[in-house]
């Protein structure tokens, strides 16, 4: 059983940049979730992705945006970059929806945004 | 929101039981409590997670008080491997998953 891995671990990007972070999902896992973590605060809830559907949002801009595969796989995007989106991007999977279930977190991809 | 509250940072010795309260007044009926470690640069780890009264695993427990407005959770034994930052978390399993907030946890530091 593999869990959840996160590409790619490091990236520097320029503002007004767009960027695409990946994430898999645990084997067996249904439902991926995406957190922002700026330095020194817990993570900030991003989206949550359940069976490749938008299944609820935190306070993020619509220029983050997700997307998940029929493999539960998932995507970060991230259009526009601004200085403040230099942070640790956490993926998470759970077996369900995250409140009762378990997340298994990814290692995480730290976004540098210059 | 069932926000919740938590003590900044606590300290502790090798071989003591530490407990670390959280605070979610506003707790709703379908809410579980979760609580996880996160230690510099990784992803956070699940540690343990309840509904009401006891939960105990082969790390820790998790007391949680028939309001249910707060709950401890409580490391027997800390080694140094322990320190790290621990978050509470409360979630909604019926609802919207925006509802899902870590806040700033408690930072935990062992001493020798």
């Known amino acids: 059983e593999t869990g959840v891995t996160q590409s790619p671990t490091h990236l520097i990007k320029t503002r007004g940049q767009q960027v695409t972070l990946r994430c898999s999902s645990q084997s067996g896992h249904n439902t991926v979730s995406w957190y922002q973590q700026a330095l020194g605060q817990g993570p900030q809830f991003i989206f949550q992705y359940y069976r490749e559907e938008e299944n609820g949002r935190g306070n993020f801009p619509p220029r983050f945006s997700g997307l998940q595969f029929p493999n539960y796989s998932s995507e970060l995007n991230v259009n526009a970059l601004e200085l403040d989106d230099s942070a640790l991007y956490l993926c998470?999977?759970?077996?369900?929806?995250?409140?009762?279930?378990?997340?298994?977190f990814g290692p995480g991809t730290r976004l540098t945004v210059t | 929101l069932a926000k919740t509250t938590q003590p900044i940072s606590m300290d502790s010795y090798e071989g003591q039981e530490v407990n670390i309260t959280c605070s979610h007044n506003n707790i709703a009926t379908n809410d579980y409590i979760t609580w996880y470690q996160q230690f510099p640069s990784q992803g956070p780890r699940f540690i343990i997670q309840?509904?009401?009264t006891k939960v105990t695993n082969e790390v820790a427990s998790l007391f949680i008080p028939a309001d249910r407005k707060s709950s401890t959770l409580s490391l027997p034994r800390v080694s140094l491997s322990d320190t790290a930052v621990y978050y509470c978390l409360v979630g909604d399993v019926y609802s919207s998953a925006s509802k899902i907030i870590f806040g700033s946890g408690t930072r935990l530091s062992i001493r020798p």
């Open positions: 309840g509904y009401k």
């Open positions: 998470a999977s759970s077996g369900g929806l995250a409140g009762s279930y378990e997340q298994y």
